[in-house]
């Protein structure tokens, strides 16, 4: 497993550069005022710095709340990148750009 | 299977520390205000709270989390404490409250935190502390303090206390595998070298009947191979002692037998040994030094380091060179032997000076270059030099030579008697002299015979006393009358003179002893005490120098008499 971890790792290096897939997951809880800006903050993020080579999922959990213990969401709004690995997630709304930029490995930090 | 556990704790340790990042990102979410709902897990499967009030997010998440928290007022007082928090400390929630936090923690982590709270009213500060338990133990916890708003009194500390105990635990545990790691490697490392010593004495036995001759003329050529199977036999042998020693240090398994050594007649010995090499080389080799100083040390290894340093010394010269061993008081350092090995081969570079008594350390690998050795003679004589209390460097001059100095603790009576006079602090009820007078017989003329019966004789004496409680002391010499050994025992008169009967036994089982030599061997009691005494520093010291000039008298007396 440690070694399949190190392959996929070389290559998240080597395919960036070249459009790599980003596969993002947002969980956000009904209409309320930190998931609308969520919501509305990861769209303008990825078209500004991942256009073309992104895709996002949202998953309201409050239409499937049982869908929280699989990520282990504890606070909502949450964004989990599930590719490239490994899985990271940001917490809160995503108001502050860099801050997402940074945890999602979009810069360096 | 071992390390198979080393790595599974260490994604345990990296696992809790993904965890704790989470937890505290989730924490600034909150107290940025960008988080409005929480999923909270339960038997039921999760719920979803969805909250306008920014507070409650944080008080639903404060309750239900792993992690200790409190707010605190600025002055450290105990405003709110969750259930975990009252748990980590066994007191209950409501005593908490209003309670200088301060207090619940351990006696001495207690000064530092006022300042903590004052660095966290700046910005966040993180610390390691230990909370007072119920039941006088100490919990350790990582304490996370954050300046917070509160609402009526304003400024005031957040604070995150995570239980570390886990975490401790699990650092305990990959320490105690590592050290079995270690331990298997020595043990295996040991059982190796002595397997590869076995067939590796074979070779050199047979090896010697064919060059003797004994099965056979043998041809100018066939000789000549032999001497180089013969000669590299030895190389490797050389080489698998270090390790076997080297092992034997590792797992601490060197235990020095200390006497009072002649630092003369080691050097002596060891010039000996060696003579034939530097010969060999064309190189001279020389002593100079104080003929009466003895030294506190174990005799077989101090022959090791000798033979180590200038072993070393004529491997490094080249021919026609020069390598002289001193000996004496060190300067500046009455308490101490110097013993410096100087040679004019071609020196040490400054780097590689700082690294020669490291394991393993060749300059340039210099395998390539033809001298022989694993690397571990140096490293294994700092190791022995400090197990003495000495010290061993190296001074050089690239191109101009080198010196090797170490020092040895100065030999005096006082300075070793105090194991003899007391234990654990109290005086011993008595202090005994066994004295063995030992004259060569006839057929031992020869110098050089004699030497080897006295060093058997000190062994044995070494291998009959008790290391704690018996010191085996310089033996006075008389010749050609004779010798005078002696064990100082913290032991009474019966106790004596078990240990004398011992000896007389001993001796009488070993050839060498009852062939080159008559003894004599008694006891005598040098100091008794009737009670029990609780000396001071200085009461021992007069004891000890009591005791040390009626143990010369005894000794000079004996050896006088015949």
Not at chain 1, 47 to 75: F, M, N, R, W
Not at chain 1, 85 to 93: A, E, S
Not at chain 2, 369 to 384: N, R, V
Not at chain 2, 405 to 430: D, H, Q
């Amino acid at each position: 497993m440690n070694r399949k971890t190190a392959k996929q790792d070389g290559k998240k290096k080597g395919q960036k550069a070249a459009g790599e897939m980003w596969n993002l997951r947002l969980y956000i809880a009904g209409e309320t005022a930190r998931s609308i800006a969520a919501l509305r903050n990861l769209q303008k993020i990825c078209d500004e710095h991942l256009p073309g080579k992104y895709h996002t999922e949202v998953i309201d959990l409050l239409e499937s709340p049982q869908l929280a213990a699989g990520d282990q969401i504890l606070a909502v709004p949450t964004l989990v990148r599930m590719l490239p690995p490994p899985l990271k997630k940001i917490i809160g709304d995503l108001s502050n750009t860099e801050r997402v930029l940074v945890g999602l490995d979009v810069v360096p930090r | 299977m071992k390390s198979q556990c080393g790595r599974n704790l260490r994604a345990e340790l990296e696992h809790t520390q993904a965890r704790l990042a989470e937890l505290e990102a989730t924490m600034n979410a909150i107290y940025r205000g960008e988080v409005d709902a929480l999923a909270v897990g339960g038997p039921q499967g999760s719920r979803i709270f969805t909250l306008q009030n920014p507070e409650e997010p944080y008080r639903i998440l404060a309750e239900r989390m792993s992690e200790g928290v409190a707010t605190l007022s600025a002055e450290g007082t105990i405003l709110f404490c969750n259930q975990r928090l009252a748990k980590m400390t066994g007191l209950p929630p409501e005593r908490m409250l209003g309670a200088p936090f301060v207090s619940k923690l351990c006696e001495e982590d207690r000064a530092g935190f006022p300042g903590l709270v004052q660095l966290a009213l700046q910005h966040n500060v993180r610390s390691e502390g230990h909370l007072l338990q119920e039941n006088e133990s100490v919990l350790p916890v990582q304490l996370s303090l954050s300046r917070i708003l509160l609402q009526e009194s304003g400024e005031g500390i957040c604070l995150v206390a995570t239980d570390l105990s886990e975490r401790v635990r699990a650092e305990e545990e990959l320490r105690l595998s590592r050290e079995r790691q270690l331990r298997l490697k020595d043990e295996l490392l040991s059982h190796v070298s002595h397997e590869l010593r076995t067939p590796l004495a074979c070779i050199h036995q047979f090896t010697t009947i064919l060059l003797d001759g004994i099965s056979g003329e043998l041809t100018a050529d066939q000789s000549g191979v032999l001497e180089i199977i013969l000669k590299s036999a030895n190389q490797l042998r050389t080489m698998i002692d270090d390790l076997l020693e080297t092992a034997r240090i590792e797992a601490g398994k060197v235990k020095v037998a200390r006497s009072c050594v002649v630092l003369q007649d080691a050097v002596r010995e060891a010039i000996q040994m060696l003579r034939g090499t530097a010969a060999e080389k064309g190189i001279d080799l020389e002593r100079e030094g104080h003929s009466e100083l003895l030294v506190y040390a174990d005799p077989r290894r101090v022959l090791q380091i000798l033979l180590n340093l200038i072993g070393n010394a004529l491997k490094f010269t080249p021919a026609g060179g020069h390598v002289e061993v001193k000996y004496g008081v060190a300067p500046g350092e009455p308490g101490y032997a110097l013993v410096t090995v100087e040679d004019d081969g071609c020196g040490i570079s400054e780097p590689v000076q700082a690294r020669v008594f490291e394991r393993l350390y060749q300059e340039g690998g210099s395998i390539d270059q033809g001298h022989e050795g694993l690397g571990l003679g140096l490293a294994i004589c700092k190791e022995l030099v400090s197990s003495h209390k000495g010290k061993i460097w190296v001074e050089s001059q690239p191109g101009k030579g080198s010196t090797f100095s170490f020092t040895l603790p100065v030999y005096s009576l006082e300075r070793i008697l105090s194991p003899v006079l007391t234990e654990n602090g109290t005086l011993r009820r008595a202090v005994s002299l066994i004295l063995v007078r030992a004259v060569p017989k006839p057929t031992t003329a020869a110098i050089e015979q004699w030497s080897r019966t006295r060093r058997k004789l000190n062994e044995l004496l070494c291998r009959c006393s008790l290391p704690d409680k018996d010191v085996v002391l310089p033996s006075v010499r008389a010749q050609p009358a004779g010798e005078t050994f002696a064990i100082l025992a913290g032991t009474d008169a019966s106790g004596a003179e078990l240990l004398a009967q011992r000896i007389r036994q001993q001796m009488k089982r070993c050839q060498e002893l009852s062939e080159n030599c008559v003894a004599q061997v008694s006891s005598q009691v040098v100091r008794a005490t009737q009670e029990l005494e609780t000396p001071t520093k200085e009461d021992v010291e007069a004891i000890a120098r009591e005791v040390a000039c009626a143990v010369s008298q005894a000794m000079n007396m004996r050896s006088g008499s015949r």
